[in-house]
T-cell receptor, first 115, second 109 residues
Framework: DTGVSQDPRHKITKRGQNVTFRCDPI?????LYWYRQTLGQGPEFLTY????????KSRLLSDRFSAERPKGSFSTLEIQRTEQGDSAMYLC?????????????FGSGTRLTVV | DQQVKQNSPSLSVQEGRISILNCDYT??????FLWYKKYPAEGPTFLIS?????DKNEDGRFTVFLNKSAKHLSLHIVPSQPGDSAVYFC????????FGQGTRLTINP
């Protein structure tokens, strides 16, 4: 297991199109997180899962955003009707479900550009 | 409502000297305090952490200090090396991590 994997690395889309990103966490990690990072800012929390249950969603996650984690393994983040303001780096992270944040590991991210 | 603030967007330090990065927070609910390092086009990489029951943690050239009464966290890097040039984020954890805005550290030869 080589860590958290995200696909694609880069996505350019036209405004109004739908996009979907995939995250494969470290296999023994049952918690999975999505963050968004814009230029000059730190990562901002979007949502997280414990196994297949989505336990928390940020108010940043408008109704155009949806995230799933079927069977508690990989996760997908879909953005419908993309807007230019959605342009950002989308980061996925995973960690073991108990204990400290030791082992909280990020993927390399998906860079989304909406034109 | 910015819960975690890194007030210095950038810091330039000479190679071999000490780098000190600072982070202030407003909410006492956090249990864990972490520092991440980020290179361009990569995800953040874990550097060092400290729990709320401690005030200092060392790992090689990196030391993290926590002052809970002042709600202040700092990272000391000594001696600084050119490979330390990156963006550093403090991140505070309860159920999830809340990040500061980052400080771009540049180590000059």
């Amino acid at each position: 297991d080589t860590g958290v994997s995200q696909d694609p690395r880069h996505k350019i889309t036209k405004r109004g199109q739908n996009v979907t990103f995939r995250c494969d966490p470290i296999s023994e990690h049952n918690r999975l997180y999505w963050y968004r990072q814009t230029l000059g800012q730190g990562p901002e929390f979007l949502t997280y899962f414990q196994n297949e249950a989505q336990l928390e969603k940020s108010r940043l996650l408008s109704d155009r955003f949806s995230a799933e984690r079927p069977k508690g393994s990989f996760s997908t983040l879909e953005i419908q009707r993309t807007e230019q303001g959605d342009s950002a780096m989308y980061l996925c992270a995973s960690r073991p479900g108990t204990g400290s944040f030791y082992g909280y590991t990020f993927g390399s991210g998906t860079r989304l550009t909406v034109v | 409502d910015q819960q975690v603030k890194q007030n210095s967007p950038s810091l330039s330090v000479q190679e071999g000297r000490i780098s000190i990065l600072n982070c202030d927070y407003t909410n006492s609910m956090f249990d864990y305090f972490l520092w991440y390092k980020k290179y361009p086009a990569e995800g953040p990489t874990f550097l060092i952490s400290i729990s709320s029951i401690k005030d200092k943690n060392e790992d090689g050239r990196f030391t993290v200090f926590l002052n809970k009464s002042a709600k202040h966290l700092s990272l000391h890097i000594v001696p600084s090396q050119p490979g330390d040039s990156a963006v550093y984020f403090c991140a505070l954890g309860a159920q999830k991590l809340v990040f500061g805005q980052g400080t771009r550290l540049t180590i000059n030869p």
